[in-house]
Nanobody, 126 residues
Framework: QVQLVESGGGSVQAGGSLRLSCAASTYTYNNYCMGWFRQAPGKEREGVAAIVTVGVSTYYADSVKGRFTISQDNAKNTLYLEMNSLEPEDTAMYYC???????????????????WGQGTQVTVSS
């Protein structure tokens, strides 16, 4: 069982930045892929970024590529999402997730992730 706790959400103006953190109870052991998802009201939960826990490969949805950066600190069992040039369309609840499967490139699918955090709200105003 993996426990995930997100933090770092908040309200910013368009063009601003936020850094989300996700503290994991375990990290590389049995978790081969970590990801960030988001869900806006009335919309499906979508994958925005993923990272191979025992490597350096990262993957991004087209909507955030070049603006968001996923990273990890294995020594601290912590996952990060640096979000720059935020847009109102980025407003959503952001979730950290862990998978015992290997990352599938840019196909960041919620069905592949078994463990989820409680989410942290990001609101971007115009």
């Amino acid at each position: 069982q993996v426990q995930l706790v997100e933090s770092g959400g908040g309200s910013v103006q368009a063009g601003g930045s936020l850094r989300l953190s996700c503290a994991a109870s375990t990290y590389t052991y049995n978790n081969y892929c970590m990801g960030w998802f988001r869900q806006a009201p009335g919309k499906e939960r979508e994958g925005v970024a993923a990272i191979v826990t025992v490597g350096v490969s990262t993957y991004y949805a087209d909507s955030v590529k070049g603006r968001f950066t996923i990273s990890q600190d294995n020594a601290k069992n912590t996952l990060y999402l640096e979000m720059n040039s935020l847009e109102p369309e980025d407003t959503a609840m952001y979730y950290c997730a862990a998978s015992s499967r290997f990352c599938r490139g840019t196909r960041i699918l919620k069905a592949d992730f078994a463990y989820w955090g409680q989410g942290t709200q990001v609101t971007v105003s115009s």
